[in-house]
């Protein structure tokens, strides 16, 4: 469906979207088996440990979200946008690379709250951009086929998340899913030349419903 309507849809927006589809299908991996590897390859992990680690990334976010979109409300046009949601993804991405150290259940914390800190950075950003650029009288389609790379890139990658582990172990995976991340976020970079110096307009949409990168 994204190649049927590539051709009708901007720059901006197409790249927004694939960097999205491919940095959340990679942590798609991680979703089915995050638990397991908890309980499994970190010394005192246990279902607690599992609840804490979401605990973690979802309180950092929440608390330095609406502080940071707040502060990029007040500075005019978008190259601030840009670099916290560059920057954003790009600490985002160091943290499946992170888990391959981690032995202890703080470890985990520590890059789960790192996940938060780039998430917070990346979303209010990523959306403001989102916002500002799409294409008028086609605001349903592209956010829909966002929402729909989305759901089958990671529908796909949770389904052979687990069959990847049994065959290559966590290790690899993690370091192919850091990998897969930081593509996502370098893709961000083809639009640096397209972003706006100054505000043109308001947004004048909802961003779209958020999806957890770790469960």
């Known amino acids: 469906m994204l190649y049927t309507y590539d ?34 390859q970190i010394k005192g992990g246990d279902i607690k440990v599992v609840g804490f680690a979401a605990a973690f990334y979802w309180i950092v976010k929440s608390i330095l979200q609406i502080p940071i979109a707040s502060y990029l409300d ?32 703080w470890h985990i914390y520590a890059f789960q709250c790192l996940m938060g800190v780039g998430m917070a950075m990346n979303l209010p950003a ?55 991340g930081f593509i996502g976020a370098s893709l961000l970079l083809a639009i640096r030349n397209n972003i706006y110096p100054r505000d043109h307009f308001k947004p004048k949409i909802l961003p779209p419903e958020e999806k957890p990168p770790v469960r």
């Not at 670099?83 to 690379?97: D, K, R």
């Not at 086609?138 to 929402?147: F, G, P, T, V, Y």
């Open 74 to 105: 007040k500075r005019k046009g978008e190259k601030d946008d840009f670099y916290f949601m560059v920057i954003g993804l790009f600490l985002a991405s160091i943290v499946p690379f992170g888990y391959i150290l981690s032995s202890l259940p």
């Open 7 to 40: 051709m009708k849809i901007n720059k901006v927006i197409k790249t927004l979207t694939y960097s999205d589809i491919v940095f959340f299908s990679a942590i798609g991996f991680i979703g089915p088996i995050f638990a397991i590897f908890l309980t499994d």
């Open 126 to 180: 990523w959306c403001a951009i989102f916002t500002r650029h799409i294409d008028r009288g086609k605001e349903a389609l592209e956010w829909s086929i966002r929402s729909t790379g989305l759901g089958i890139g990671t529908g796909i990658a949770g389904a052979i998340g687990g069959v990847a582990v049994a065959t290559i172990g966590f290790e690899r995976l993690f370091i192919i899913v850091g990998i897969l």
